[in-house]
Protein backbone atom coordinates (compact mmCIF):
# COMPACT_ATOMS: atom_id res chain seq x y z
CA UNK A 1 0.00 0.00 0.00
CA UNK A 2 1.45 3.09 -0.68
CA UNK A 3 3.11 5.47 2.24
CA UNK A 4 3.64 9.53 2.27
CA UNK A 5 7.24 9.26 3.21
CA UNK A 6 8.90 11.57 5.70
CA UNK A 7 12.54 13.20 5.85
CA UNK A 8 14.46 13.72 7.93
CA UNK A 9 12.98 11.32 11.19
CA UNK A 10 14.78 13.22 13.34
CA UNK A 11 16.11 16.99 12.96
CA UNK A 12 17.80 18.92 15.86
CA UNK A 13 18.61 22.47 15.09
CA UNK A 14 19.30 25.85 16.96
CA UNK A 15 17.36 28.47 17.94
CA UNK A 16 17.29 30.89 14.86
CA UNK A 17 18.38 28.11 12.32
CA UNK A 18 16.21 27.63 9.23
CA UNK A 19 14.95 24.45 8.76
CA UNK A 20 13.47 22.16 5.87
CA UNK A 21 11.02 19.31 6.76
CA UNK A 22 10.24 17.07 3.75
CA UNK A 23 7.36 14.94 2.27
CA UNK A 24 6.22 13.18 -0.77
CA UNK A 25 2.97 12.17 -0.29
CA UNK A 26 0.87 9.59 -2.09
CA UNK A 27 1.48 10.20 -5.88
CA UNK A 28 -2.40 10.36 -6.89
CA UNK A 29 -3.39 12.59 -4.01
CA UNK A 30 -4.07 16.35 -4.80
CA UNK A 31 -4.29 18.00 -1.32
CA UNK A 32 -1.49 18.21 1.14
CA UNK A 33 -1.11 19.13 4.52
CA UNK A 34 1.32 19.60 7.38
CA UNK A 35 0.13 19.29 11.00
CA UNK A 36 2.21 19.05 14.28
CA UNK A 37 1.74 17.67 17.52
CA UNK A 38 3.70 18.98 20.68
CA UNK A 39 4.46 16.10 22.48
CA UNK A 40 1.80 14.78 24.43
CA UNK A 41 -0.89 16.90 23.16
CA UNK A 42 -3.51 16.90 19.86
CA UNK A 43 -2.44 17.08 16.20
CA UNK A 44 -2.54 20.61 15.18
CA UNK A 45 -3.21 22.05 12.00
CA UNK A 46 -0.94 24.53 10.14
CA UNK A 47 -1.74 24.49 6.66
CA UNK A 48 -3.55 22.42 4.15
CA UNK A 49 -2.05 22.72 0.07
CA UNK A 50 -4.31 22.36 -3.44
CA UNK A 51 -2.97 23.15 -7.06
CA UNK A 52 0.28 24.40 -5.90
CA UNK A 53 -1.11 27.12 -3.59
CA UNK A 54 -2.09 27.28 -0.02
CA UNK A 55 -6.12 26.46 0.57
CA UNK A 56 -6.11 26.95 4.28
CA UNK A 57 -3.67 28.03 7.10
CA UNK A 58 -3.73 28.14 10.98
CA UNK A 59 -3.17 30.75 13.17
CA UNK A 60 0.09 28.70 13.96
CA UNK A 61 1.12 29.11 10.52
CA UNK A 62 2.67 32.82 10.29
CA UNK A 63 5.57 34.30 8.24
CA UNK A 64 8.38 32.33 10.13
CA UNK A 65 6.33 29.18 7.64
CA UNK A 66 6.16 28.18 3.88
CA UNK A 67 4.96 25.61 2.07
CA UNK A 68 6.72 24.74 -1.46
CA UNK A 69 6.05 21.73 -4.02
CA UNK A 70 9.00 21.94 -5.73
CA UNK A 71 8.72 19.45 -8.01
CA UNK A 72 6.00 17.04 -9.05
CA UNK A 73 6.94 14.52 -6.11
CA UNK A 74 8.18 16.27 -3.13
CA UNK A 75 6.17 18.92 -0.51
CA UNK A 76 8.45 20.69 2.18
CA UNK A 77 7.65 23.25 4.94
CA UNK A 78 10.18 25.62 5.76
CA UNK A 79 10.50 27.41 8.73
CA UNK A 80 12.85 30.53 8.65
CA UNK A 81 14.29 31.12 12.16
CA UNK A 82 12.83 28.35 14.52
CA UNK A 83 12.12 29.12 18.07
CA UNK A 84 12.41 27.15 21.29
CA UNK A 85 8.54 26.57 21.47
CA UNK A 86 8.72 24.99 17.70
CA UNK A 87 9.77 21.74 19.10
CA UNK A 88 7.36 18.82 17.89
CA UNK A 89 6.41 16.13 15.70
CA UNK A 90 5.78 17.23 12.03
CA UNK A 91 3.21 15.38 10.64
CA UNK A 92 2.71 15.57 6.59
CA UNK A 93 -0.49 14.10 5.71
CA UNK A 94 -2.24 13.90 1.86
CA UNK A 95 -5.66 12.49 0.70
CA UNK A 96 -7.71 12.60 -2.88
CA UNK A 97 -10.47 14.40 -1.89
CA UNK A 98 -9.95 17.32 0.64
CA UNK A 99 -11.23 16.85 3.94
CA UNK A 100 -13.97 14.90 2.54
CA UNK A 101 -11.54 12.16 2.32
CA UNK A 102 -8.95 10.53 4.69
CA UNK A 103 -5.89 11.75 5.57
CA UNK A 104 -2.50 9.73 4.98
CA UNK A 105 0.06 10.43 7.19
CA UNK A 106 3.46 9.64 7.07
CA UNK A 107 5.72 9.07 9.92
CA UNK A 108 6.77 12.15 11.12
CA UNK A 109 9.65 14.37 12.11
CA UNK A 110 10.79 15.50 15.27
CA UNK A 111 12.34 18.27 15.55
CA UNK A 112 14.04 19.34 18.12
CA UNK A 113 14.93 23.08 18.77
CA UNK A 114 17.57 24.19 21.25
CA UNK B 1 -11.53 29.37 17.03
CA UNK B 2 -13.38 26.11 16.35
CA UNK B 3 -13.46 23.56 19.53
CA UNK B 4 -13.42 20.08 19.30
CA UNK B 5 -13.35 19.07 22.87
CA UNK B 6 -13.01 14.92 23.89
CA UNK B 7 -13.79 13.09 27.07
CA UNK B 8 -12.76 11.95 29.16
CA UNK B 9 -8.21 12.99 28.54
CA UNK B 10 -7.29 9.17 29.82
CA UNK B 11 -9.03 6.34 30.40
CA UNK B 12 -7.42 3.25 32.13
CA UNK B 13 -9.29 -0.29 31.75
CA UNK B 14 -8.34 -3.84 32.24
CA UNK B 15 -8.29 -6.06 29.85
CA UNK B 16 -12.14 -7.06 28.90
CA UNK B 17 -13.68 -3.90 30.04
CA UNK B 18 -15.47 -1.55 27.63
CA UNK B 19 -14.28 1.69 26.42
CA UNK B 20 -16.06 5.08 25.02
CA UNK B 21 -14.77 7.99 23.95
CA UNK B 22 -17.00 11.28 23.37
CA UNK B 23 -16.74 13.74 20.95
CA UNK B 24 -18.24 17.36 21.02
CA UNK B 25 -18.20 20.60 18.51
CA UNK B 26 -19.28 23.72 18.87
CA UNK B 27 -20.50 23.69 15.77
CA UNK B 28 -22.78 21.87 13.07
CA UNK B 29 -20.92 19.65 11.63
CA UNK B 30 -20.11 18.27 8.08
CA UNK B 31 -18.92 14.73 8.52
CA UNK B 32 -16.50 13.63 11.51
CA UNK B 33 -13.68 11.16 11.26
CA UNK B 34 -12.07 8.96 14.00
CA UNK B 35 -8.20 8.35 14.41
CA UNK B 36 -6.08 5.96 16.25
CA UNK B 37 -2.35 6.51 17.28
CA UNK B 38 -0.33 4.22 19.18
CA UNK B 39 2.16 5.30 21.10
CA UNK B 40 5.33 6.70 19.18
CA UNK B 41 3.18 6.50 15.57
CA UNK B 42 1.33 8.65 13.59
CA UNK B 43 -2.64 9.17 12.98
CA UNK B 44 -4.12 6.45 11.38
CA UNK B 45 -7.64 6.58 9.88
CA UNK B 46 -10.68 4.46 11.37
CA UNK B 47 -13.70 5.60 9.46
CA UNK B 48 -16.19 8.72 8.90
CA UNK B 49 -19.84 9.39 9.63
CA UNK B 50 -21.51 11.70 7.12
CA UNK B 51 -25.25 11.17 7.96
CA UNK B 52 -27.42 12.73 11.11
CA UNK B 53 -27.27 9.62 13.91
CA UNK B 54 -25.11 7.34 11.63
CA UNK B 55 -24.11 4.09 13.63
CA UNK B 56 -21.19 2.36 11.99
CA UNK B 57 -19.21 -0.99 13.16
CA UNK B 58 -15.94 -2.22 12.66
CA UNK B 59 -15.09 -5.50 14.63
CA UNK B 60 -15.32 -4.56 18.38
CA UNK B 61 -15.66 -0.51 17.42
CA UNK B 62 -18.65 1.50 16.83
CA UNK B 63 -18.95 4.72 15.67
CA UNK B 64 -21.95 6.91 16.07
CA UNK B 65 -22.54 10.70 14.81
CA UNK B 66 -25.66 12.68 16.64
CA UNK B 67 -28.35 13.66 15.66
CA UNK B 68 -27.76 16.95 15.40
CA UNK B 69 -24.83 16.53 14.37
CA UNK B 70 -22.42 18.08 16.62
CA UNK B 71 -21.38 15.47 18.91
CA UNK B 72 -20.37 11.98 18.10
CA UNK B 73 -18.94 9.26 20.33
CA UNK B 74 -16.72 5.60 19.37
CA UNK B 75 -17.24 2.40 21.72
CA UNK B 76 -14.72 -0.11 22.23
CA UNK B 77 -16.43 -3.42 23.46
CA UNK B 78 -14.28 -5.85 25.40
CA UNK B 79 -11.22 -4.26 24.77
CA UNK B 80 -7.36 -5.81 24.11
CA UNK B 81 -4.13 -4.58 24.82
CA UNK B 82 -3.59 -3.86 21.27
CA UNK B 83 -6.43 -1.30 21.64
CA UNK B 84 -3.62 1.49 23.37
CA UNK B 85 -3.27 4.64 21.82
CA UNK B 86 -4.72 7.35 21.74
CA UNK B 87 -8.13 8.33 19.45
CA UNK B 88 -8.60 11.51 17.97
CA UNK B 89 -12.17 12.61 16.69
CA UNK B 90 -11.31 15.72 13.74
CA UNK B 91 -14.42 17.61 12.14
CA UNK B 92 -14.13 19.17 8.87
CA UNK B 93 -16.59 22.25 9.90
CA UNK B 94 -19.22 23.21 7.16
CA UNK B 95 -18.02 25.98 4.49
CA UNK B 96 -14.60 24.80 4.88
CA UNK B 97 -13.03 22.50 2.29
CA UNK B 98 -9.74 21.43 3.12
CA UNK B 99 -9.36 21.57 6.82
CA UNK B 100 -9.58 18.99 9.40
CA UNK B 101 -9.27 20.07 12.95
CA UNK B 102 -8.80 16.83 15.06
CA UNK B 103 -10.24 16.92 18.51
CA UNK B 104 -8.54 16.88 22.04
CA UNK B 105 -7.66 13.07 22.02
CA UNK B 106 -8.65 10.03 24.67
CA UNK B 107 -5.63 8.46 25.38
CA UNK B 108 -6.25 4.72 26.40
CA UNK B 109 -4.30 2.49 28.48
CA UNK B 110 -5.35 -1.64 29.19
CA UNK B 111 -3.80 -3.83 31.26
CA UNK B 112 -3.64 -7.45 31.86
Known amino acids: EPEVTQTPSHQVTQMGQEVILRCVPI?????FYWYRQILGQKVEFLVS????????KSEIFDDQFSVERPDGSNFTLKIRSTKLEDSAMYFC????????????FGNGTRLTVT | GQQVMQIPQYQHVQEGEDFTTYCNSS?????IQWYKQRPGGHPVFLIQ?????EVKKQKRLTFQFGEAKKNSSLHITATQTTDVGTYFC????????????FGTGTRLQVTL
Open chain 1, 93 to 104: ASNRQGADSPLH
Open chain 1, 27 to 31: SNHLY
Open chain 1, 49 to 56: FYNNEISE
Open chain 2, 27 to 31: TTLSN
Open chain 2, 49 to 53: LVKSG
Open chain 2, 90 to 101: AEINTGTASKLT
